[in-house]
Structure formats: C-alpha cells, structure tokens
C-alpha cells in the first residue's frame, strides 16, 4: 500500500530541513503525474530519457549508475564533460524502446511524457513496467500542464521552479542522497533569488520579448515560447511582458503578429541540434535582418538580441542559468 504523496510544497519544506546525511527511509513512496510508485532499495541504474533527467542525476553524482543518455538539445554542462564522455548515448534525439529496455535499467528517468507517456513515441510507462522497470518523469512536464493539448502540451498554471526542485529531491529520495538533493536546491534557489533581485532593480516597466526556439522551416511561422511555460516564468520573474498570450508550451505564431507587438528583446535559442535549420541561431540572426518584415521590429533594428543556451528555455536546472544570463545581458540593452 502506498501512503498518501505530500503536495509539492510540503514535499520541498520537509526535505530541505533534512539533517546533512540522513537516511533514506525504505520504501520510497510517491505519486509522479498520477502514477504511484515504490522503492524497496535505491536502483543500481539509470536510462534517462532527455537531457534535463540526465543533468539532475550527473549535478546528485550519481553518473556512475546513468547506463545511457538519450535525447539532447546541446552540449552537456561542461562539469560533467568527463562523467557524459564514458557513458553510452543511445541517441541524440528520439531512443528506441528496444534500445532502452536492452540495458535493463532499474529506472527509466524521462524528462517529457511525450517521449514516455500515455501516447510516448518511445513507449508508454505500461511497456516498461511489464519489464519490471519503473518510470520517473520530471514533475515539471506534468504539474499544471496538460500534456493532451497542443503539440507539446499546455499550461493551465504558470511553470514554477518548484515543479524542478521537486524533481531533484524525490531522485535523490530515490538514489538515497537526499542529502545532495537538499544542498543542490538551496544552491539553486540562492542563485534564482540573486539573478531576480538584479532584474528587479532595472524596473524594466516597458521591456517586453519574445522567445524563439526554431522553426520547421527558415521562412514560415516560428515556434515561440507561451506565456506559462519556462520562459515566460523568467519574464515574469525579471519584469519583462512576454507578447505571446497562447498557453500552449511552444505555439506557432506569425511573424506579422509578432511584428505587430514589436517586442523590446528577441531571445534566440542556440542548440547543438540540428533538426531544422532554424536550430542554428545564426541563420536565426541572418533571417531577422534580411526579412522585410523581421527586419522593421525595433528589437531587430537596435540589435536587441540576446542568444540563450535553448535547453535553458525547457524545464530543466539550466533554467536558472537562463534567468542569470538574461539578468547580466538586459542591462547593456537600455530599455527604459
């Protein structure tokens, strides 16, 4: 019998009053996107299933038990270099089920329920649990957020850090390092407080952006970031409007409409992948000036553009470096 989940915020207040070196007490119980599940012992391995999970296992030090990685969207943070070198990569982009469930992992971690989920293009939880190996997903893909609406689903609720703090300390509940799952969220939540606090200061009242992570085609409408997602809780956070009203994770929308609202700053996505060309923030660059309607946006004319890691734009502990990077950069635009 599982015992009852503690809400988030509970859930976070608890853990971190941890006493350094605590002990996990056995099983481990929770309820992640509404399915229960147990540990009896910490798993002796990992499949992670997009690259927020895999980063959250390497930040607890648990590298060592990742078996393989599999989609990415850049470069891994340049600390755990070394640890990723060593450890297989079952892809870049999409895993096969076969690929995965061949390692027998004693978990699956997953960073989107698309990938793994009720409709997964890799699989659904079920696959795997017929194979004795239990699925975790990131929280942050799932509270407040309604994976059945919209390409990549859509936010009933505005994305909160919380959702990935949560997520750092139920892992480490699961791996027994609570400890480091406690320290790395005070850590996190330091920074987050400090690059806020920096942007407030600015009283950027009239500062609006828009965020753009590519596009299927160079030329056709581009897929920006809505309003409730990760980007749109970094401008809200750091006082900027975000132009884009849609709940939708990641709408289409026109660049005419785009245009229109004239934002102050154009946030481009820069990433390693390369499954459009617009993935390469360059061409992003070269498009927005050379465009005759691009190229009129003021934030295009004053060179109002700030290039962001685009794996800092999904939930993931890179979000923080995204509000630090967008704290440093506003400053020099002036915006008021």
């Not at 989940?5 to 119980?29: D, H």
């Not at 753009?212 to 581009?222: H, L, N, T, V």
């Not at 409007?241 to 709408?251: A, C, F, T």
């Not at 996505?269 to 465009?291: C, G, P, T, V, Y």
Request: with cysteine; proline share 5%.
């Amino acid at each position: 019998m599982l015992t009852r989940t503690l809400p988030a915020g509970l859930l976070l207040a608890s853990a971190l009053t941890l006493p350094v070196g605590a002990q996990t007490a056995w099983p481990v119980t929770l309820s992640n996107c509404g399915v229960d599940l147990s540990f009896a012992k910490a798993p002796e391995s990992a499949v992670t299933v997009g690259q927020a999970a895999t980063e959250i296992l390497y930040s607890l030090g648990l590298a060592d038990k990742v078996a393989g990685t599999s989609v990415w969207f850049t470069e891994v943070l340049p600390q755990f270099q070394m640890e990723n070198a060593g450890i297989e990569r079952l892809a870049d982009n999409d895993p096969s089920f076969e690929s995965v469930a061949a390692l027998r992992p004693g978990i699956v971690t997953v960073q989107y329920e698309w990938h793994v989920g009720p409709q997964g293009i890799v699989a659904t939880r079920e696959q795997f649990a017929d194979l004795g190996i239990p699925v975790y997903t990131l929280p942050s893909d799932c509270t407040g957020k309604d994976n059945t609406k919209g390409s990549d689903g859509t936010r009933s609720s505005m994305y909160s850090m919380d959702s990935i703090y949560q997520g750092v300390i139920e892992l480490g509940r699961i791996f027994d390092v609570a400890d480091k799952g406690t320290a790395l969220v005070n850590e996190l939540r330091s920074r987050e407080a400090k690059a806020i606090e920096k942007a407030k200061a600015l009283d950027l009242k009239d500062g609006s952006a828009v965020f753009w992570f590519s596009s299927a085609e160079m030329d056709i409408d581009p897929y920006v970031a809505g309003r409730k997602g990760p980007p749109g809780y970094m401008m809200q956070a750091l006082g900027i409007r975000n132009i884009i009203e849609s709940d939708e994770e990641w709408p289409v929308v026109s660049w005419e409409t785009i245009a229109r609202a004239n934002p102050s700053v154009i946030v481009l996505a820069r990433m390693d992948r390369r499954r459009f060309e617009a993935d390469d923030h360059e061409k992003k660059i070269a498009f927005l000036k050379s465009d005759p309607v691009t190229s009129q946006m003021d934030a295009v004319k004053h060179d109002r553009l700030i290039v962001l890691d685009a794996h800092a734009m999904d939930p993931s502990i890179r979000n923080i470096d995204a509000l630090e990077t967008l704290a440093e950069a506003l400053p020099k635009l002036d915006l008021k």
